[in-house]
Every structure is written in structure tokens, then in C-alpha cells.
């Protein structure tokens, strides 16, 4: 070998080391905080990927939870730049308040916006709305009711499934306390046909002590899997695990909800199929509070998840995750933090996940 090539081997084997080094870095980024005037409430926050690469983020703001005057509030980071546009009134009730909201774009370049209107003092009298953008979510169409039984709700973004429909995740949330979620809480799914346009409602999760929100995956043509945060109240818990269900008819039924091995200390969670096939979870680790919040990753279709790493830890509270996965494979995760007054936005790839363990 001539003493060129040798070195010419020692700079690619020295460049492959250094790109080695920097793969899979955590970047956790602060979006909007209170000295955004749209409240000091910001929370939960969701965000999809618009067709060009630019980014979209919705939340619900105002002066708190059951604050009367709350928003949905949009804001876009365009392709290429560092800083979100000022957020903007999507969705507003001049009558009731709002909460939680939901943005996606379906393959047909359609954005949904989803969200929570709220008819009395607690969550138990919600309804869904909904409305859908056709130029890339620059404006948006009239409001127009999704779901009028009472207790309705939304959190995650739906699914694409294999036969082409879509599946929102919505639940049904029980009782008259604002802090406790009744035992009678369940999970479903609204599925939408878009060839006919026209959306019917899968079986709910039932479980012992009540669940909501869940986030499902679809593993293939007939099997789905979905985890969903716990029922009962804000105590310290020993019992307090994520939901899980399973569905063996394309999301039409599901199986009564058991707890998982996975603690959950009465929050909300995310999970997504990634492009390589394997599963990601987004929780927080604990029974009691929320943070760590955790990234864990599954390479064998749900049955173990070796690797784990925290994305936010330390005091405070790392809250309601929403994830998704860009088309240059970047994974994103939104979030809330310092008593729901900050939106946090997080980047990694699989394998930064991958290089944690247990």
C-alpha cells in the first residue's frame, strides 16, 4: 500500500469517527414561552409536517386550564429557518372555551385541525370540532362538529392505516372532579373513509380504573396496538401504568385495556411507527411525576424496549408529548414544561435512541 493511500484511509477512517461522534445528538430547543401574549397558559402543543418541509404548531392558550377566554393558537417555522412565526388565532368559541388541538396533514395534502370545546365547568362536557386547510394551513374552513356526545375529546394525531383510512384517536372522559378522571373514561377511534368522506366509530378500551387518550400504531393489515394514559386522580401512585390494548380487525374492536410494564403518573403519551419499522414511546418515567420524560424504542414489534433516553429530566414537569417522524427521518417531539407556560421542541434520530439501554 503507498504511503497516499494509507493516508487517505487514516482521514476517511478519522472523518467516519468524528460524523460517529455527533450522530444522534439531542437538540431541545425553547418555542414559545410567557412572554408570548396569548396568555401565560400554553399547553398541550401539537405539530405536523406540511408538504414543502415547513413545520406547523398549534396549542390552546389563555390565563389557565378552565380559563373562559382560551384559543387555539397557530404558529410555522419555514423550511431552512431557525424562528416561529408569531402565533395566531385558528380556532376561538365566542361562547365556551376551548382546549386541547390537533393539527395533521392526510397524504392529500387536506390539514386537519382538531379540537376541544368545552360546555360546562369540566372536560366530562366536551365536544369535538374540527376544521381542514387546503392551502397548506395559511387559512382554515368554518368549524364544524365532529363528535356531539358529551365527554368527547381529542389529543393525538391520527394514522394513516394500511386499506387507506384514516384513524383519530378520541376519548371519552367521565366524571365531575377537574382533578380526577372517572373510572368509566374509555378510549375509541373515529375512523374516516376519504373516498366517501364520512367518518363511524371503532370499539372502546374499557379498564378497571377508566383510560383516555390513546396513541395507537398499526403493526400490519389487521393488527393494531394502542397505549393510553391511566384514569383516576394526580396522588402517588403504585398502580399507576400506562393502558395498553390491542386490536386484531384493523382498529374496529379492541381488547379490554390491561396495564403495561410501563409506570404512568396520570399523563399523556405518544406513539409512532417509525420509517424503519420500529416502535417509539414517549412517556414519562415515573408513577408520581412528570419527568423524566423518556424516549423508548422497540425492535421487535412491541414485545421489549432496551433502548431508552430521556429527553427532558431534572425538576419540574416535562408534559404531554406529541412525536412524529420528518421525511428526512428527523424524529420531533413537542412539549410543555414550567407549568404548562412553555413549548419546547426536541430533535434526534433512531440511533440516538438506540445508543441508550436500561
Same mark, same amino acid.
Given at each position: 500500500?503507498?504511503?497516499?493511500?494509507?493516508?487517505?484511509?487514516?482521514?476517511?477512517?478519522?472523518?467516519?469517527?468524528?460524523?460517529?461522534?455527533?450522530?444522534?445528538?439531542?437538540?431541545?430547543?425553547?418555542?414559545?414561552?410567557?412572554?408570548?401574549?396569548?396568555?401565560?397558559?400554553?399547553?398541550?402543543?401539537?405539530?405536523?409536517?406540511?408538504?414543502?418541509?415547513?413545520?406547523?404548531?398549534?396549542?390552546?392558550?389563555?390565563?389557565?386550564?378552565?380559563?373562559?377566554?382560551?384559543?387555539?393558537?397557530?404558529?410555522?417555522?419555514?423550511?431552512?429557518?431557525?424562528?416561529?412565526?408569531?402565533?395566531?388565532?385558528?380556532?376561538?368559541?365566542?361562547?365556551?372555551?376551548?382546549?386541547?388541538?390537533?393539527?395533521?396533514?392526510?397524504?392529500?395534502?387536506?390539514?386537519?385541525?382538531?379540537?376541544?370545546?368545552?360546555?360546562?365547568?369540566?372536560?366530562?362536557?366536551?365536544?369535538?370540532?374540527?376544521?381542514?386547510?387546503?392551502?397548506?394551513?395559511?387559512?382554515?374552513?368554518?368549524?364544524?362538529?365532529?363528535?356531539?356526545?358529551?365527554?368527547?375529546?381529542?389529543?393525538?394525531?391520527?394514522?394513516?392505516?394500511?386499506?387507506?383510512?384514516?384513524?383519530?384517536?378520541?376519548?371519552?372522559?367521565? #366524571?365531575? =372532579?377537574?382533578?380526577?378522571?372517572? !373510572?368509566?373514561?374509555?378510549?375509541? *377511534? +373515529? &375512523?374516516?373513509?376519504? @373516498?366517501?368522506?364520512?367518518?363511524?366509530?371503532?370499539?372502546?378500551?374499557?379498564?378497571?380504573?377508566?383510560?383516555?387518550?390513546?396513541?395507537?400504531?398499526?403493526?400490519?393489515?389487521?393488527?393494531?396496538?394502542?397505549?393510553?394514559?391511566?384514569?383516576?386522580?394526580?396522588?402517588?401512585?403504585?398502580?399507576?401504568?400506562?393502558?395498553?390494548?390491542?386490536?386484531?380487525?384493523?382498529?374496529?374492536?379492541?381488547?379490554? #385495556?390491561? =396495564?403495561?410494564?410501563?409506570?404512568? !403518573?396520570?399523563?399523556?403519551?405518544? *406513539? +409512532? &411507527?417509525?420509517?424503519? @419499522?420500529?416502535?417509539?414511546?414517549?412517556?414519562?418515567?415515573?408513577?408520581?411525576?412528570?419527568?423524566?420524560?423518556?424516549?423508548?424504542?422497540?425492535?421487535?414489534?412491541?414485545?421489549?424496549?432496551?433502548?431508552?433516553?430521556?429527553?427532558?429530566?431534572?425538576?419540574?414537569?416535562?408534559?404531554?408529548?406529541?412525536?412524529?417522524?420528518?421525511?428526512?427521518?428527523?424524529?420531533?417531539?413537542?412539549?410543555?414544561?414550567?407549568?404548562?407556560?412553555?413549548?419546547?421542541?426536541?430533535?434526534?434520530?433512531?440511533?440516538?435512541?438506540?445508543?441508550?439501554?436500561?
Amino acid at each position: 500500500m503507498k504511503r497516499g493511500d494509507s493516508l487517505g484511509i487514516m482521514i476517511c477512517t478519522l472523518l467516519l469517527a468524528t460524523a460517529s461522534a455527533f450522530a444522534g445528538e439531542l437538540k431541545v430547543r425553547r418555542v414559545f414561552g410567557p412572554e408570548v401574549p396569548t396568555g401565560p397558559y400554553k399547553h398541550p402543543a401539537c405539530m405536523t409536517e406540511l408538504n414543502g418541509g415547513d413545520l406547523y404548531l398549534v396549542y390552546y392558550g389563555g390565563a389557565g386550564e378552565y380559563a373562559t377566554e382560551t384559543g387555539v393558537f397557530g404558529s410555522r417555522l419555514k423550511t431552512g429557518e431557525a424562528r416561529w412565526s408569531p402565533p395566531e388565532v385558528v380556532a376561538r368559541d365566542p361562547f365556551r372555551s376551548v382546549g386541547n388541538a390537533v393539527v395533521w396533514q392526510a397524504p392529500d395534502g387536506v390539514v386537519w385541525l382538531f379540537y376541544v370545546v368545552r360546555y360546562g365547568k369540566t372536560w366530562s362536557t366536551s365536544r369535538v370540532q374540527f376544521k381542514v386547510s387546503t392551502d397548506n394551513a395559511r387559512t382554515w374552513s368554518d368549524a364544524s362538529l365532529l363528535a356531539l356526545e358529551e365527554g368527547m375529546m381529542v389529543r393525538n394525531r391520527p394514522i394513516v392505516l394500511d386499506d387507506g383510512n384514516y384513524l383519530l384517536p378520541v376519548y371519552h372522559e367521565m #366524571g365531575d =372532579d377537574p382533578e380526577s378522571v372517572g !373510572p368509566g373514561s374509555s378510549s375509541l *377511534f +373515529l &375512523r374516516f373513509d376519504p @373516498g366517501k368522506k364520512t367518518w363511524t366509530e371503532s370499539g372502546r378500551i374499557r379498564s378497571a380504573r377508566g383510560n383516555i387518550q390513546p396513541a395507537p400504531v398499526q403493526l400490519n393489515g389487521r393488527d393494531l396496538i394502542a397505549y393510553c394514559r391511566r384514569g383516576g386522580d394526580y396522588d402517588p401512585k403504585t398502580i399507576g401504568h400506562l393502558v395498553r390494548s390491542v386490536s386484531h380487525d384493523g382498529g374496529r374492536t379492541w381488547t379490554e #385495556g390491561k =396495564d403495561s410494564t410501563f409506570p404512568n !403518573p396520570n399523563a399523556a403519551i405518544d *406513539f +409512532l &411507527r417509525l420509517k424503519s @419499522g420500529n416502535l417509539l414511546l414517549v412517556f414519562n418515567d415515573s408513577m408520581v411525576d412528570r419527568t423524566p420524560l423518556t424516549a423508548a424504542l422497540s425492535v421487535d414489534g412491541d414485545r421489549s424496549y432496551p433502548h431508552r433516553r430521556n429527553i427532558g429530566e431534572g425538576p419540574g414537569s416535562f408534559a404531554y408529548p406529541i412525536a412524529l417522524q420528518a421525511e428526512d427521518g428527523t424524529i420531533h417531539v413537542v412539549y410543555t414544561s414550567e407549568r404548562r407556560s412553555v413549548v419546547n421542541h426536541a430533535t434526534f434520530d433512531e440511533e440516538w435512541v438506540m445508543q441508550g439501554g436500561r
